[in-house]
């Protein structure tokens, strides 16, 4: 039986999941976003902020003030993915993930995806 992978905590832990989030946010929207940063809040909210992370698409859905048709589709397109990166933050945390959240923005281009953790053990 291989030994258990040890958990990443701190400045480690926050820099995995960032590109955790922008490994999945590139292979499903074929482009990494501009900016991504991660951060713990509190002992068990994980938040990660990713800006620049429409399409050219969707950016021409935007400027023809089709916001909410963009932001439907990505909401849609993340409750359908949550389990993917459900997984992937509760690998690297060693804790589960309670609830997941995620939103996007329009001016300026942010996409927010909110993880709970359960309490360590």
């Not at 809040?41 to 048709?69: F, N, P, S, W």
């Amino acid at each position: 039986m291989a030994a258990p992978e040890k958990r990443l905590t701190g400045d480690a832990l926050l820099e995995a999941v960032t590109d955790a989030m922008v490994v999945l946010h590139t292979r499903y929207h074929h482009r990494a976003p501009v900016s991504a940063k991660t951060q713990m809040m509190g002992d068990d909210l994980l938040a990660c902020v990713m800006g620049g992370v429409y399409t050219d698409v969707e950016k021409t859905m935007i400027e023809l003030q089709r916001h909410r048709a963009v932001r439907d589709n990505r909401s849609a397109f993340q409750n359908a993915m949550q389990d993917k990166f459900i997984a992937r933050v509760e690998e690297l945390t060693g804790r589960r993930v309670t609830s997941f959240l995620s939103d996007s923005h329009v001016g300026p281009d942010l996409e927010v995806e909110l993880f709970v953790l359960a309490p360590a053990t």
